[in-house]
């Protein structure tokens, strides 16, 4: 761009305001259309794809934790010499698709970590993400234990959207070479919206899918899903699970809170403040699912899928923002260092030659490795037999659960919520009616369950009794004191009859 005083002007200056007056005027043709041409107008507006970019880097740095994680462990998760556990097994599908012997099998996992990175970079762009379309699913199919989880077929829906996108046209290598050697200052390629519109309804399909099945989930209604989830560490540790576990009404308030945005995302996270208030919920919520539930790759994942909102003059301001970082940080470091030899860096050729390069190293490594002892003097390694005695504790029937390991909890208090106690306390009023919630540890045998009133000596004063049914996991004991003087008492949990668990508390 050239002023008129003859003074170069920057051309992203009036690249940005041509932007802003595009996207106006797609809007005023947006709302005076009629349905069927605002339909068109939503999925084949031209935009330039700063969006897709972003989500095309992100993504795979995110997959690539759960990738590395395994590529120590390829022979013996995906390789005839291990034990795989494909998916299509399950459903009575005899070799549906191959599994291929050690070296292959781990020559394509280098390829597919390499064509990840290559995709981060957006160096052959669509390749790399047609290569990664095929080889992800391919490796959590056949690892269906472990590997196949909720995020690995999100990522590849997502990695089947950005494959059908220009998300490599800006941002990318492959845009720096093609613009290599030019003069002129060469606009971004505009392209349809319609990779991006599909990929916006397909996160919130995913959210109104989850709500249908919690709708269908009695145990996520009362606390009790969420609760004993809090509780383990099969994910990631979660660094507030056991301390939130404690309260259970907080616990279903935010049960409550997060079946209403999923529900409503779908139809109000497109624009506006409500856009806004929505994806600022939901980055709350995936927050709070590392730290409750020790979630790690999922909510990283649906993270990076929010630059799918973004509109094309959002997302080019937040990836100004992080070129400037970029620059202050990184910057320095290549600023000393040659120029690359393009053309011969850009071909398909040097592509192809690198990915071989990297699968040969791949299986030499592996090979070295030696995991099964091929090369041991004494030959490879050998499963040992188990002893007498560990066999007959594998085998032994004769074991039961106590009655008094099904009680999870036993609080006081006085207010419920959602049947839930509000306010847990050990002192009361004379007044006052104390409420004993037991929790139960589902799924569980019909019990009977009491909850009786002792005096600070041990004498029984009263006693209260009720069945708990086997689909039931909470029980509430009402206990007027008026009767009681001051001073202190407790209350005796038995299950079938069995003493479980006492609590001390006090009356005024």
Same mark, same amino acid.
């Given at each position: 761009?050239?002023?008129?005083?003859?003074s170069?002007?920057?051309?992203?200056?009036?690249?940005?305001?041509?932007?802003?007056?595009?996207?106006?005027?797609?809007?005023n043709?947006f709302?005076?259309? #009629?349905?069927?041409?605002?339909f068109?107008?939503?999925?084949?507006?031209?935009?330039v794809?700063?969006?897709?970019?972003?989500?095309r880097?992100?993504?795979?740095?995110?997959?690539?934790?759960?990738?590395?994680? @395994?590529?120590?462990?390829? @022979?013996e998760l995906f390789?005839?010499?291990?034990?795989?556990? +494909?998916?299509?097994?399950t459903?009575?599908?005899k070799?549906?698709?191959?599994?291929l012997?050690?070296?292959?099998?781990m020559?394509?996992?280098a390829?597919?970590?390499?064509?990840l990175?290559?995709?981060?970079?957006?160096?052959?762009?669509?390749?790399?993400?047609? *290569?990664?379309?095929?080889?992800?699913?391919?490796?959590?199919? /056949?690892?269906?234990?472990?590997?196949?989880? %909720? $995020?690995?077929?999100?990522?590849?829906?997502?990695?089947?959207?950005?494959?059908?996108?220009? &998300?490599?046209?800006?941002?990318?290598? #492959?845009?720096?070479? %093609?613009?290599?050697?030019?003069?002129?200052?060469n606009?971004?390629?505009r392209?349809?919206?319609?990779? @991006?519109?599909?990929?916006?309804?397909?996160?919130?399909?995913?959210?109104?899918?989850a709500? =249908?099945?919690?709708?269908?989930?009695?145990?996520?209604?009362?606390?009790d899903?969420?609760?004993f989830w809090m509780?383990?560490n099969?994910?990631? +540790?979660?660094?507030?699970?056991?301390?939130?576990?404690?309260?259970?009404?907080l616990? /279903?308030?935010?049960?409550?809170?997060?079946?209403?945005?999923?529900v409503?995302?779908?139809?109000?996270?497109?624009?506006?403040?409500?856009?806004?208030?929505?994806?600022s919920?939901?980055?709350?919520?995936?927050?709070?699912? $590392?730290?409750t539930?020790?979630?790690?790759?999922?909510?990283?994942?649906?993270?990076?899928? $929010?630059?799918?909102?973004?509109?094309?003059?959002?997302s080019?301001?937040?990836?100004?923002?992080?070129?400037?970082?970029?620059?202050?940080? &990184?910057?320095?470091?290549?600023?000393?260092?040659?120029?690359?030899?393009?053309?011969?860096f850009?071909?398909?050729?040097?592509?192809?030659?690198?990915?071989?390069?990297?699968a040969?190293?791949?299986?030499?490594?592996?090979?070295?490795?030696?995991? $099964?002892?091929?090369?041991?003097?004494?030959?490879?390694?050998?499963?040992?037999?188990?002893?007498t005695?560990?066999?007959?504790?594998?085998? @032994?029937? #004769?074991?039961?659960?106590?009655?008094?390991?099904n009680?999870?909890?036993?609080?006081?208090?006085?207010?419920?919520?959602?049947?839930? /106690?509000? !306010?847990?306390?050990?002192?009361f009023?004379?007044?006052?009616?104390?409420?004993?919630?037991?929790?139960?540890v589902?799924?569980?045998? !019909?019990?009977?369950?009491?909850?009786?009133m002792?005096?600070a000596?041990?004498?029984?004063?009263?006693?209260?009794?009720? *069945?708990?049914?086997?689909?039931?996991?909470?029980?509430?004991?009402?206990? +007027? /004191?008026?009767?009681?003087?001051p001073?202190?008492?407790?209350? *005796?949990? %038995?299950?079938?009859?069995?003493?479980?668990?006492?609590? %001390?508390f =006090?009356?005024?």
């Open positions: 761009m050239v002023n008129e005083d003859g170069k002007e920057a051309p992203h200056r009036y690249q940005t305001i041509a932007n802003f007056k595009s996207v106006a005027v797609m809007k043709r709302y005076q259309a #009629d349905i069927a041409q605002r068109r107008i939503f999925f084949e507006a031209q935009e794809p700063y969006a897709m970019a972003l989500l880097i992100t993504l795979p740095l995110v997959m690539l934790i759960g990738v590395l994680q @395994r590529f120590m462990y390829v @022979r390789s005839t010499d291990g034990s795989p556990t +494909p998916i299509w097994e459903y009575g599908m070799n549906f698709l191959p599994i012997p050690p070296a292959a099998a020559a394509l996992y390829v597919l970590i390499c064509c990175i290559t995709t981060c970079l957006g160096w052959k762009t669509r390749i790399s993400l047609i *290569v990664c379309l095929l080889l992800y699913p391919y490796f959590s199919l /056949l690892d269906a234990l472990t590997t196949l989880t %909720k $995020y690995s077929m999100v990522g590849t829906h997502l990695l089947l959207l950005l494959s059908v996108s220009e &998300c490599g046209s800006v941002w990318s290598v #492959d845009a720096w070479l %093609k613009n290599s050697g030019s003069n002129a200052d606009e971004p390629t392209s349809a919206v319609w990779p @991006r519109r599909l990929l916006q309804l397909f996160i919130g399909f995913v959210y109104l899918g709500a =249908s099945t919690k709708f269908h989930t009695p145990a996520y209604f009362n606390g899903q969420l609760t509780l383990t099969v994910n990631f +540790p979660n660094p507030l699970g056991e301390y939130l576990s404690l309260y259970p009404a616990t /279903l308030v935010f049960a409550y809170c997060t079946i209403i945005w999923e409503l995302f779908l139809f109000i996270a497109w624009k506006g403040y409500t856009k806004w208030i929505m994806i919920i939901g980055l709350v919520f995936h927050v709070m699912t $590392y730290l539930l020790g979630l790690l790759i999922f909510p990283l994942m649906f993270a990076c899928c $929010y630059f799918a909102f973004l509109e094309e003059h959002e080019l301001r937040v990836g100004k923002w992080l070129q400037g970082v970029w620059k202050r940080t &990184c910057g320095p470091l290549f600023d000393s260092y040659a120029p690359l030899p393009v053309k011969s850009g071909t398909l050729t040097a592509f192809l030659m690198m990915l071989a390069v990297l040969t190293i791949s299986v030499t490594t592996e090979a070295q490795m030696d995991v $099964y002892g091929e090369r041991n003097p004494q030959g490879r390694h050998q499963l040992q037999p188990l002893s005695e560990e066999v007959q504790t594998l085998f @032994r029937n #004769d074991t039961s659960i106590h009655s008094q390991d009680i999870f909890s036993m609080d006081m208090g006085t207010a419920l919520a959602a049947g839930l /106690l509000i !306010d847990h306390r050990t002192s009023n004379a007044q006052e009616t104390a409420i004993v919630q037991c929790r139960l589902r799924p569980h045998d !019909d019990l009977w369950l009491e909850v009786n002792h005096s000596d041990g004498q029984l004063l009263k006693r209260n009794g009720m *069945v708990a049914p086997r689909e039931q996991s909470t029980l509430n004991f009402e206990l +007027p /004191l008026n009767l009681l003087t001073g202190d008492y407790a209350f *005796v949990l %038995k299950v079938n009859g069995q003493d479980a668990h006492h609590r %001390k =006090s009356v005024r």
